[in-house]
């Protein structure tokens, strides 16, 4: 993986926006990288500072990802630019994972050097669509609606409040107990009784969980829409503070 400090002063501007060409040109002479090729980026929540050296300035670590693959790297402060092998981007994804770098997000592939600042951008909202708290390594295409959310905290508030604003006012253990139930249903495909089985309760439990939560969000699940706004509700709040 590539360290070199050259990376910051070549790429930042990339990632910040730019795709003046001789900027691009610039850029992949002086890291000996293709100006066309696969290229994805990856924002980290946090960079791990380490100690200082005297008369060396402190830099942030990154994470000793192996290269392989045909992969390169590259990291800008908290920014990785990753040239793609054949494997593309899930390879990448799981080795930060493996390393414990997360909270981390992961841009779609793009096409050159020209296009890092989108891809920056993209790989932000991605990591926005963790969560408080998370250590995950998330890929943006896996977490659109929550990216969608996340990208506009005054719609995503207001949509809280409309759709789980009585299920706000119970008490927390009370309120997990129904938000968990509504989880399990998604994840299990809307099946009340492959729900109870991941619960380990009777299917008339998870039902009546579900029919309360109906009754207290004024939204149907066998509703199209009123189950969208549901499950948009649902990544809003995992992404507040009340979700934690």
Known sequence: MR???????????????????????RAAQGLGLPERGRYAVVVLGAPVAVPAVPAVPAVPAVPAVPEGNGERWCWCGRAGVVLLGPGGPAGPVAALAEAGAGPGGVSPVV??????????????????????????????????????????PELSARLLAEVFGPLLTLDP????????????????????????????????????????????????????????????????????????
């Open 3 to 25: 360290r070199d400090p050259r990376a910051a002063a070549l790429l930042g501007p990339l990632l910040a926006g730019s795709d003046q060409p001789h900027r691009v040109r």
């Open 111 to 152: 096409g050159g050097l020209a296009e890092l600042g989108l891809a920056r951008r993209l790989a932000g909202a991605a990591l926005a669509a963790c969560g408080p708290g998370s250590r995950e390594i998330v890929a943006l295409d896996e977490r659109l609606p929550a990216a969608l959310v996340a990208s506009r």
């Open 173 to 244: 253990a009370e309120r997990a107990l129904l938000v968990g139930t509504l989880e399990a249903w998604l994840e299990c495909g809307g099946s009340v009784g492959r729900a109870a089985l991941r619960l380990r309760c009777h299917r008339n439990t998870v039902f009546n969980r579900l029919r309360r939560l109906e009754r207290l969000t004024s939204r149907s699940l066998s509703h199209p829409r009123e189950l969208v706004e549901t499950v948009l509700a649902l990544d809003a709040l995992r992404l507040s503070a009340a979700g934690r």
